[in-house]
């Protein structure tokens, strides 16, 4: 069934790169028309020239079509895939300088001050997007990537009406870490003495390689909200038998420094926290006190923003070396999908298939966090959509932490909607990791004014 895919931000390197190949790749949405928009003229004019060229190489029958101007492409849109983000190295290091100078150790994204600041840009980025998307195609499925991923999917469903659904692969850093821990029980090959890197993850793609081997062999189900999920059982594939005890029994003598925040909540909550230390410590405020040093003490790993810059621009000469048919373009079908593709097919051919993990507005799902807010659980996707399957009650301390970086998303998005500074320093005088109202304000005076260029809804 031929379908009209739209994808927001295709002129990246990564973004654009591993979800064309994906899009193209998938038999049931041969012949469709896909839709490729971005700002900038050149990163779209080389991605579409790629686009057109698998397309007639692997004899797809897509229909391909490009702009930067988004109204000529956004009408009639059955889905649209969205992943976008403003000078995203230059500001996250701009606000993990701001965090260091009032003594937080933080990592920019999607918790903490950073995860205020990161929504504040992206957000106004995405409101005339939303707009257009309410007017010219009010029954689209949204499928968005952008972080903070429950944030702007709160934005698009609670200010639009956006039928929205939030992506992420984070779930197969989960299983990466069940491969490594179990790695004998599961036949998987494992470097010794593993632990996460993010140079050896360039290089290398451990989390992917030991994950997608772990994937075939268990089924993890796990709920929470995005990058903030637990492990709530671990099945044997094949067998159903439970492997969480095994898994439980095996973290108490497994190499000490694999993922130890992880490790440290799990001992404290009895759930074993799925996503990773780098992404952990964006929600809870036991690592960010520089004094403590407690960031060296569980050797958090920031993300390389320099070496990011680095694979990014080695990815633009791959994609010209494809265009200039000086590299295969083959090299697409092996790259990672962040599966939006599945989804899409998944619907188009009413598979009723199970996805580990969506991002959407909890209808009862998880039964003690607020309904309506973004959450993130197992899904089944079928001709009438995406699905949410109901998981229980998180445990109730854990439910609680939950809790509280949802009301403080929440509200993050009411004051970077509305512009309101006395809202925004409400919500970082909420967060956490700040323990002082000076600090509150300093914070956001100083990122208000430092990257005004970014935040014009707070300068009306």
Not at 82 to 103: F, N, P, Q
Not at 115 to 134: C, L, S, Y
Not at 237 to 244: A, C, K, P, S, W
Not at 427 to 445: E, F, G, H
Request: proline share 4%; hydrophobic share 40%; glycine share 8%.
């Amino acid at each position: 069934m031929k379908k009209n895919i739209v994808v927001i931000g295709a002129g990246s390197a990564s973004f654009g790169l591993s979800t064309l190949g994906a899009i193209l790749r998938t038999p049931e949405l041969k012949g469709s028309e896909l839709r490729l928009i971005d700002k900038s003229e050149e990163g779209l004019e080389t991605i579409t020239k790629l686009a057109e060229k698998a397309n007639e190489e692997w004899g797809t029958g897509f229909i391909i079509k490009s702009s930067t101007e988004r109204k000529e492409l956004l009408k009639d849109a059955d889905f649209i895939i969205t992943s976008i983000a403003v000078d995203r190295e230059k500001t996250w290091a701009m606000d993990r300088e701001l965090g260091l100078k009032y003594d937080i150790n933080h990592y920019a994204e999607n918790g903490g001050p950073g995860g205020f600041m990161h929504t504040a840009r992206n957000a106004v980025q995405f409101m005339p997007i939303f707009e257009d998307i309410k007017e010219l195609a009010p029954n689209v499925l949204l499928l968005n990537f952008t972080n903070p991923v429950p944030r702007i999917s709160r934005l698009a469903h609670h200010y639009y009406g956006i039928n929205t659904v939030g992506i992420c692969h984070q779930i197969t850093f989960g299983y990466m870490q069940v491969g490594v821990i179990l790695s004998d029980v599961l036949g998987i090959d494992v470097p010794d003495n593993y632990t996460f890197r993010w140079f050896d993850e360039f290089e290398n793609h451990h989390t992917y390689t030991i994950g997608e081997q772990a994937m075939k062999k268990v089924q993890i189900k796990a709920a929470g909200i995005n990058h903030f999920t637990w492990m709530l059982s671990l099945t044997d594939r094949q067998t159903g038998e439970d492997l969480y005890p095994l898994f439980k029994e095996r973290l108490k003598t497994h190499n000490p420094e694999f993922e130890p925040f992880s490790r440290a909540l799990f001992n404290t909550f009895h759930l074993y926290p799925i996503t990773g230390d780098n992404h952990l410590i964006e929600y809870v405020p036991y690592t960010h006190n520089v004094h403590r040093k407690t960031w060296e003490r569980y050797d958090i790993q920031m993300y390389p923003l320099v070496g990011a810059g680095t694979l990014r621009n080695d990815m633009w000469d791959d994609i010209h070396a494809m265009v200039a048919g000086e590299k295969s373009i083959d090299i697409l079908k092996g790259l990672h999908s962040e599966h939006a593709e599945e989804i899409i097919a998944g619907i188009v051919a009413d598979k009723n298939m199970k996805d580990d993990a969506v991002n959407i507005p909890n209808k009862g799902f998880i039964a003690n966090l607020p309904d309506d807010s973004i959450v993130e659980v197992p899904g089944i996707i079928d001709a009438s959509g995406v699905h949410g399957e109901k998981v229980g009650e998180l445990p109730e301390s854990i439910a609680e932490l939950c809790r509280r970086d949802i009301k403080i998303a929440e509200l993050t998005v009411d004051a970077v909607y509305h512009g309101d500074r006395d809202l925004a320093q409400q919500v970082l005088s909420l967060d956490p990791m700040i323990d002082d109202l000076d600090v509150a304000k300093k914070m956001l005076d100083e990122f208000l004014e430092n990257q005004k260029e970014y935040l014009p809804q707070f300068y009306k």
